[in-house]
């Protein structure tokens, strides 16, 4: 059975960072598309970053230049590290993963930015 299983949500101030990890279980990341989506309160489901089997890179216009997504092959993880926080950022971040074939989805984590 696969699982995605998101970390790293927290309460942080505009201007600060933090780092977001997922975790995958009954999964090969390196064999899949990854990605970080976020949702907003009222909003639909939006990509932030993508990164694909090959190492291609996508972000959302407005998260360019101060987010990162990343995977560690090895310890089977996907990170997406953020910095320069805004309110606007604030959101339930979920990880994905897929292919061709599947599409998995973890529980998602909240980022709230505020002061």
């Known amino acids: 059975q696969v699982q995605l299983v998101e970390s790293g949500g927290d309460l942080v101030q505009p201007g600060g960072s933090l780092r977001l990890s997922c975790e995958g279980s009954?999964?090969?990341?390196?064999?899949?598309?990854v990605a970080w989506y976020r949702q907003a309160p009222g909003k639909q489901r939006e990509l932030v970053a993508l990164l694909s089997s090959t190492g291609f890179t996508n972000y959302t216009d407005s998260v360019k230049g101060r987010f990162s997504i990343s995977r560690d092959n090895v310890k089977n993880t996907v990170a997406l590290r953020m910095s320069t926080l805004g309110p606007e950022d604030t959101a339930v971040y979920f990880c994905?993963?897929?292919?061709?074939?599947?599409?998995?989805w973890g529980q998602g984590t909240q980022v709230t930015v505020s002061s």
């Open positions: 009954g999964i090969i990341f390196s064999f899949y598309t």
């Open positions: 994905n993963a897929h292919n061709r074939v599947y599409d998995h």
